[in-house]
């Protein structure tokens, strides 16, 4: 809580994010390059479900230097990451379930919970 208070004061400065969409760009930017040195390589929505969102990671860091062993072929230590941004997610006030899957590199999959989404939507209505 305290790394994001401090990042959000640095790139906003007296400003916090209240849109689904304003947090997934200071995630996909900012909070990305403060925690691996670069930004997230894509972002996208599904097509089908307006509470899931995709941070797409071809080549992520943390997997860069881990050797997996054969039987464990299907481990993918971007999860790690996926916790990381599950709890940056929640600090800032957007509960999200966030899981890493093996597709275009690695995807994080990020599900908002209901209330995130009717509240983004009621905010679109001012």
């Known amino acids: 809580l305290r ?3 401090a990042l959000v004061a640095r790139e906003r400065p007296g400003r916090r994010e209240t849109k689904v969409l304003g947090v997934l760009l200071f995630v996909k930017g900012p909070l990305w390059r403060a925690l691996f040195g670069r930004e997230a390589d894509k972002l996208e929505q599904a097509n089908d479900d307006d509470r899931t969102f995709y941070v797409i990671e071809r080549e992520p860091v943390v997997n860069t230097f881990v050797s997996v062993p ?3 072929s299907s481990l993918n230590c971007a999860a790690f990451a996926a916790g990381l ?3 940056v997610l929640g600090a800032a006030g957007f509960p999200a379930r966030v899981s890493a ?3 275009k590199g690695t995807t994080l999959m990020i599900k908002f919970d209901e209330a995130v989404i009717a509240r983004d939507k ?3 209505g001012r």
């Open 122 to 124: 009621s905010l679109e």
């Open 85 to 87: 941004l599950e709890a």
């Open 101 to 103: 899957h093996w597709h």
């Open 3 to 5: 790394a994001l208070d």
């Open 70 to 72: 054969r039987e464990n």
